[in-house]
Nanobody, 116 residues
């Protein structure tokens, strides 16, 4: 079992930046892929960004060019750098990691609020 702990959320003004972190309780070197999702009140959870350990990244159209997904195996951590934030980015953000044996792991979710 792997526990994921998210940090870095909070309140920021439009145009500002935040970096979300998702730290695993063990090595992430054996993971296959990672994904950040978000869920705004009244909306379904949506994919924000996805990365494979082979190096491919994929971003939702709404965040492409503003958000960057990265990972640091040495720190067992994945990151979501969010720049030029907009009020519509307000949501609870979740990280998800998947291993090669079909197991998926979720963070607890962290609030990001962007004021106009």
């Amino acid at each position: 079992q792997v526990q994921l702990v998210e940090s870095g959320g909070g309140l920021v003004q439009a145009g500002g930046s935040l970096r979300l972190s998702c730290t695993a309780s063990r090595s992430i070197s054996s993971m296959r892929s990672g994904t950040w999702y978000r869920q705004a009140p009244g909306n379904q959870r949506e994919l924000v960004a996805n990365i494979t350990w082979g190096g491919r990244t994929n971003y939702a159209e709404a965040v492409a060019g503003r958000f960057t997904f990265s990972r640091d195996n040495a720190k067992n951590t994945v990151y979501l750098q969010m720049n030029n934030l907009k009020p519509e980015d307000t949501a609870v953000y979740y990280c998800n990691l998947n291993d090669w044996w079909g197991s998926g792991y979720w963070g607890q979710g962290i609030q990001v609020t962007v004021s106009s």
